[in-house]
């Protein structure tokens, strides 16, 4: 029996399609949800009453195997017993009907419930924690916090000047600052206006938005499957690292942090190796640069570990997070990120006791049901089979990879044609699936997915060489 | 019988002080959270499940009338029954059991909460809205809706060039925008990096931050009273005014939008007069530059009506919303600002189904115990109680404002270590107040508080020279 079945005695036996999807009852839907909101981004209208463990159910009553879950925010699976349980307790009662500001009022027991949930995976030496809103908001604050360690340190203990206070007033130097913080190419880190000068995914994401001209690294981009490829995929990190080197000894300006996803998600699945990412650590280190690994999306458990980056065996100096967690921050450790002054860092909320109970429940049912565990057979099982569907058809599925990362399995189709009509096609099967970069499918399924969910994914592919000229003639949405 | 009296029957009857305030059960709280999370800005640890109507509990049994309410956020009171009764709902469990990405999978029920809810209340002619995070997260989305707004505009249909789609990537122009978003001198619009570019309220907030080099416009400094310097303030606007006619006729880039709150009070609850709004809604037109109002700490009921700058007789292009709403986000009309491309506007979570099921309740409230009506009887006693006060101590009290704008009323002292001492010696008194800008007082109520509960305010100004006295001494502490 899976973890799957513990939770989930009445989960669907498999997918279920009544009618295609997006059908007409979403169609419906959104038609009347467009009058009033955004839903240009919309795939289908989920039916979240009807949704159990790794099945979504949607307007129309389709039952679709969910491997993208929410953009990688579902950790337990949809109305997960124990979660449901959390909600209707009278802690979470009281959250919410009294939504404190943190900074300023927290509450009795925030520090139980940190300490008993989010901070009882903090990764090893980073012991302190700010709960912030969303990803990007987390990212904003560790970029702030890393901005205010640096301008700090360097003025010594001196006051602000009278210049500084009065600059600043109009957003200019030297009270604004000129501190940047460094990315990397196909990084994605958010949209607010200073994530968003980090993020570099797509133009889509970027344009006619004003942006901070702060500095780009090369993010490596290795050639699969890494078999095949040890020296050149070598030689491609080690040039990434020495561009790297070069950029933070000669940059104008002073570089507070670099941020870092440990495996590029939105920007295409893009992975690199331990030995890159400890390169980053040392080379950050040796400049007085902060290293910020953001985890919003690889965080939680997906990898099968906790945290992605600690199958790196690095320690970064911030830590951010969000999405599983259903909560949003940062981890660190040295006090000095925190400041010494108070109404530097700060906001309203502060992040919002609801959703740090429910990650509390998150963690303690990771932890209970060795899901992290779970993630890791299925993940290496899921790795396996696709593994042998691209030795059959080589020019169909592209670039596997995430071997050992969990559900970190991602793969290319040829063009990002054929990689969208593949997802439309999946979904018409009754499988939900993520695209991400340019022509990639992610997989991002909870931490219950099951190695017996899988079995109807090859059958997609049962008939490849059909698949792919069907592909190919754009008579793909007619298949069966 | 009060609208008070309605929710809480066994509200209590008045402030109860055991301790002082933070006492030694905050003091021993923080410094367990303060080894975890930054207690820098905390005021007390207070104990939400004892806390009931008006009425706060800290750690230490003290309860407090709260004039503050979470700065601003709480609308109906501590422990509302009706709140207590959404929070047990199957709807907010499932909310909170599976949160959705609402821009790809919005709810089976999205629709329904947001028309009775927000929708019910959306300004006059802003009838769609986007669904946001936090205030400063709001304002950021609106920036960004303006810009994509004006852009598209002045691409007048023509496809992304080459050397845009290339130069966004280094955050370069033209494909990172060089237009701006104008700002208030005082304004305090958050502290994420775009909008902390249009905040101005003080140096504290922005040091060491990198900062946009957008335009700032002069926010009128009124003289008080009002009825004694009417052709003074008069001329203050008329120049206000004049000044950023000029700016948006002469700033070297375009302007895509103006935001400004229709009271300023972080930056010290600095109001300006309908005619002022007026203007600065005609200019921003003229112009061709959108009205952003920020409503985040000033919506919601707080001035009696449930928007503030519904006492201007203006309708901006976009509202944003947050705190007292217990969801953030903005309204607008124009279906252009939404923009017509997908992946332009956009994020994970997109809003939260929870809190939308919150904000439901807490406008079903409002209208049904016409709150509006209470806030605005209840400020208009404040106000006079207040005035009465000024005028036997007009070198105590200064610049009293906001008259007929419910609960938004606020005062100077002389000095900003006068208004500390005033502030932290109500709070021993059981009056839990917030300060703002340099020298102010303001209240922030929930739309709960009654005239009842402010009979013992003047008890603090029983003997005022004799306060004043102490405040300028430094004995304030020990007042009885």
């Known amino acids: 029996m899976g973890v799957s079945d513990l939770y989930f005695p009445d989960e669907p036996k498999g997918p279920s399609m009544k009618t295609k999807c997006p059908g007409p009852e979403t169609e419906a839907k959104l038609a009347e949800l467009s009058t009033v909101f955004d839903t240009k981004n919309a795939i289908f209208v989920a039916d979240f009453y009807n949704s159990l463990g790794n099945y979504i159910c949607d307007a129309d009553g389709n039952i679709l195997l969910d491997a993208y879950c929410q953009i990688s925010s579902i950790a337990l699976g949809y109305n997960n017993p124990e979660l449901l349980k959390t909600t209707k307790t009278k802690e979470m009662s009281v959250a919410l009907a009294n939504r404190p500001a943190l900074a300023c009022f927290p509450s009795t027991d925030y520090y139980k419930i940190l300490k008993e949930g989010l901070l009882s995976v903090a990764p090893e030496g980073l012991d302190k924690v700010y709960t912030a809103h969303t990803g990007s908001d987390a990212n904003e604050m560790a970029f702030k916090a890393a901005l205010l360690y640096q301008a ?143 985890e919003v999306q690889c965080g939680g458990g997906g990898s099968g570990k906790i945290w992605l980056h600690q199958h790196y065996g690095i320690t970064p100096d911030i830590m951010t997070f969000s999405k599983k967690m259903q909560n949003a921050g940062f981890f660190f450790h040295d006090p000095a990120i925190a400041g010494d002054t108070p109404s530097r860092q700060f906001n309203t909320w502060f992040g919002d006791p609801s959703k740090a109970l429910i990650a509390r429940t998150i963690v303690h049912e990771i932890k209970k049901n060795h899901l ?38 991602g793969f290319d189709l040829p063009t990002v044609e054929l990689r969208d009509k593949f997802i439309y096609t999946c979904r018409q099967k009754g499988l939900n699936l993520g695209g991400c970069g340019d022509k990639a499918v992610r997989l991002r399924p909870a931490l219950v997915f099951q190695p017996n969910t899988l079995i109807f994914l090859p059958k997609l592919w049962m008939n490849p060489s059909r698949l792919l000229n069907r592909l190919q003639t754009g008579r793909i949405y007619k298949i069966n």
């Open 372 to 409: 992290l565990d779970e993630v890791t057979k299925t993940g290496d099982y899921l790795y396996s089979k696709l593994d042998a569907i691209r030795k059959k058809h080589l020019k169909l599925m592209l670039n596997l990879r995430g071997q050992h990362r969990g559900f970190f399995v």
């Open 152 to 294: 700090t340190k360097k003025r010594g203990g001196k006051p602000f000047t009278k210049e500084e206070k009065a600059s600043v007033m109009k957003n200019e130097f030297p009270g604004a600052s000129d501190m940047a913080i460094l990315s990397f190419t196909k990084g994605f880190h958010g949209r607010l206006f200073g994530s968003l000068s980090t993020t570099h995914s797509k133009p889509i994401h970027k344009l006619d938005m004003p942006a901070f001209k702060w500095p780009v690294a090369p993010f490596p981009v290795l050639k699969y499957p890494l078999e095949d490829h040890v020296e050149e995929n070598k030689e491609e990190e080690a040039n990434c690292l020495k561009e790297l080197d070069h950029i933070l000894a000669t940059y104008p300006h002073q570089i507070a942090a670099a941020i870092i996803e440990p495996v590029q998600s939105e920007g295409g699945d893009n992975h690199a190796s331990p030995t890159f990412f400890k390169g980053v650590r040392e080379l950050t280190k040796k400049h007085g640069v902060l290293m910020i690994v953001d």
